[in-house]
């Protein structure tokens, strides 16, 4: 005989106003899935942020995209700034531990 744990998801009773329209959306959409409306408002919700997040995402990659067309067209040594960036880091980090070291 399987046991089978559930934890109680912990709830959050809120009140919100909504136009007519939107109330009526959300019955129909209610009644199509079978399911009650705040599941309905939950799985709205749920899209509405993953479709955010893939926006975001999709802004990120053009955003690279646009960063390795402008290093291409201008012949940019990535590698050499790269070093450059490093020697800098390094530079910057020895100042800060000696400014640790210093105590006036």
């Known amino acids: ?3 089978h744990w559930v934890m109680a998801i912990p709830k959050i009773k809120s009140t919100y106003s909504l136009d007519v329209e939107t109330v009526r959306t959300l019955e129909s959409l209610a009644r199509s899935w079978n399911v009650p409306k705040t599941e309905v408002l939950r ?3 749920r899209a ?4 955010e997040r893939s926006q975001r995402a999709r802004e990120k990659l053009e955003a690279l995209r646009q960063l390795q067309d402008y290093v ?3 012949g940019i040594d990535v590698e050499a700034w790269e070093r450059g960036v490093r020697a800098e880091r390094h530079a910057s980090s020895i100042k800060r531990m000696s400014a640790w070291d210093d105590p006036s």
């Open 1 to 3: 005989m399987a046991i």
């Open 43 to 45: 799985r709205a919700i």
């Open 48 to 51: 509405a942020a993953a479709g």
């Open 72 to 74: 291409q067209r201008h």
